[in-house]
């Protein structure tokens, strides 16, 4: 299909198809000479690395509600945004969403630079997200290639190289679609197709607009692609969970500012390694002298492993420890709320 051709058919179906999401300004209003928000579309686009929008969107919109700006984030304090993100994974991207926040703030006067370059100058913004920002909200003609962008190219196009070698593949075929009018709309229908007619299983090639220029439908299997090279085997890690009550609060620590989880509240633990952890070792290491009974284990996933996390429950009383309340346990990370799920169902 020639490429202006196909530009068309996709934008029209945009305007009549697109998406309506908390962050987003329509076609209509944009047409209409409204711009979107950087500090709003920077924020969903950090938040939806690695996540849905279904499980975003409320995230979003409490962060919105509590720091309407990016200088109001700004100045919040470390452990409060952490807290609030919790559930949405990768903290480190917790901890560069502030740093960034901050930079906003103290070197741009609290607005967002307006060029690709300049948005790539703030910490914590890689590629993608400054091609994202810079599309949507300023109009500039960046290449946004995503998740849901590399699928519709790779069936577009049949790409057979796999993924993830195929990426300077794709990310090539999608720079060739950009133009100067119109590109945060194109941007967003790319990923609007994506993620509502050509999913990853199941695609709706009969309701795709560009279906007649797809190589992939051409050839009848579209869901085989992208191609992918096969994922080696997440290696498992073992550790124990100390869940240390007092009357009716739960003894927390701080993580270590760097590292997974890093700055977090949580539960006490061991260590995180590949063997098991005998019962004489799980007691050893336990934060206080106390009666230690099993209260199950709890199964997580991380991104580069899979942790089986036993738990050990006692009541007693420990130094170096954050005593908090139920009500408070809600902001922990979401491998430690499952912990005390499992191990307080009596308190929560």
């Known amino acids: 299909m020639n490429p202006e051709i196909l530009r068309a058919r996709l934008l029209a179906w945009y305007d009549a198809n697109a ?35 279904p499980h975003a969107a409320p995230y979003f919109l409490k962060f ?3 720091w309407p700006t ?14 609030a993100w919790a559930g949405l994974g990768y903290y480190a991207r917790a901890r560069n969403l502030l740093a960034c926040a901050r930079a906003v703030a103290k070197d741009h006067g609290g607005v967002f630079p ?4 300049g948005l790539r100058s703030l910490p914590g913004l890689g590629p993608y997200t400054a091609a994202a920002v810079g599309a ?33 593949e794709l990310k090539a ?10 590109p945060g709309d194109w941007a967003q229908a790319l990923m609007d197709l994506g993620a509502t007619v050509c999913r990853p299983k199941a695609p709706l090639c009969d309701r795709c607009p560009i279906a007649e220029g797809c190589a992939a439908f051409a ?11 096969p994922k080696a085997a997440r290696p498992r890690r073992h550790g124990v969970a100390y869940i240390l009550t007092r009357g ?28 098991a952890w005998s019962d004489a070792e799980a007691l050893a290491g336990a934060p206080a002298s106390a009666d230690w009974r099993a209260v199950g284990e709890v199964e997580h996933v991380f991104t580069h492993f899979s942790l089986t996390l036993r738990l050990l429950r006692a009541e007693g009383d420990a130094d170096g420890v954050i005593w908090t309340p139920p009500a408070g346990l809600e902001a922990l990370p979401s491998v430690f709320l499952k912990a005390v799920r499992t191990g307080l169902s009596n308190l929560l």
Do not use: C
């Not at 990016?70 to 807290?83: I, N």
């Not at 307006?114 to 370059?117: A, I, L, M, P, S």
């Not at 962008?149 to 070698?165: D, G, H, I, T």
């Not at 579209?222 to 992918?228: G, V």
């Open 248 to 275: 009716n609060e739960v003894a927390l620590v701080r993580r270590p500012p760097k590292g997974l989880l890093g700055g977090m509240l949580a539960l006490p633990t061991s260590d995180w390694r590949a063997g």
């Open 114 to 117: 307006d060029t690709e370059e």
């Open 136 to 168: 949507i909200t300023f109009d500039l003609p960046t290449n946004v290639v995503d998740g849901n962008v590399e699928r519709v190219m790779s069936r577009l196009f049949a790409v057979q190289a796999p993924l993830p070698e195929g990426k300077a």
């Open 19 to 53: 998406r309506d999401l908390p962050w987003r300004i329509g076609p209509a209003d944009h047409a209409a000479g409204v711009r979107a928000d950087p500090y709003r579309v920077w924020l969903s686009e950090v938040m939806l690395q690695q996540t849905t929008v």
């Open 70 to 83: 990016v200088s109001d984030l700004a100045a919040e304090a470390d452990e409060e945004v952490m807290a």
């Open 64 to 66: 919105t509600q509590r």
């Open 219 to 229: 050839e009848g299997a579209p869901e085989t692609y992208p191609r992918k090279t």
């Open 173 to 182: 075929l999608a720079g060739s679609l950009v133009r100067d009018a119109r």
